[in-house]
């Protein structure tokens, strides 16, 4: 009978710590890494680059928004799992001032036509080959992809973040600056 009962304690604290465990898990995917940037604090750099309607957009078009701006190719897997969720922040808070802009490494017929079949509702400039030495000066010393810029309304660099950001790491960022969620 002992056996039995040591049984079901054995697998009730095995479930809790399974359990304790993967929420400890989620909670660090939210987690945005801090990771000692130059850039940080900086005034973004100035730049312009053709978008996908062969206009010529300059970064100062957005001044006094808060932007997200993305390096990404269509052949880099998590950027391409990013965007859906881009897609979905710039629905949801592009009237309180928040404006994601696209950075493509990659050739304008790539672009265009994943642009199109996603729905890309924000602006995608073509950066193609120079925009690796775009992205390092807005602090990507390495050319990891995906790379994510967050400049605040003064124009200045307050986070840079190699690889994947989720919806939620992007709506923390956003929450910490004024956008209400």
């Known amino acids: 009978m002992k056996n039995p009962i040591l049984f079901i304690v054995a697998i009730v604290i095995a479930s809790s710590s399974g359990f304790a465990l993967q929420r400890y898990l989620d909670h660090k995917?939210?987690?945005i890494p801090v990771e000692n940037n130059p850039a940080i604090g900086n005034q973004r750099p100035e730049f312009a680059a053709m978008d996908l309607d062969d206009q010529l957009r300059n970064i100062k078009e957005w001044d006094g928004k808060l932007i997200l701006l993305n390096f990404w190719a269509t052949w880099c897997p998590p950027c391409k799992k990013e965007i859906p969720d881009f897609i979905e922040?710039?629905?949801?808070?592009?009237?309180?001032?928040?404006?994601?802009?696209?950075?493509?490494?990659?050739?304008?017929?790539?672009?265009?036509?994943?642009?199109?079949?996603?729905?890309i509702n924000y602006p995608t400039l073509l950066a193609e080959i120079e925009g690796v030495g775009l992205a390092k000066r807005f602090g990507n010393g390495i050319g990891v992809l995906p790379y994510t810029v967050i400049i605040d309304r003064k124009g200045e660099i307050s986070y840079t973040i190699k690889g994947e950001l989720s919806k939620i790491q992007a709506e923390d960022l956003l929450q910490k600056h004024g956008i209400n969620l």
Request: aromatic share 8%.
């Open 29 to 31: 995917q939210i987690q």
């Open 89 to 119: 922040l710039q629905q949801e808070y592009g009237d309180q001032g928040f404006q994601i802009i696209g950075i493509a490494i990659d050739n304008k017929e790539a672009i265009a036509e994943y642009a199109e079949r996603m729905g």
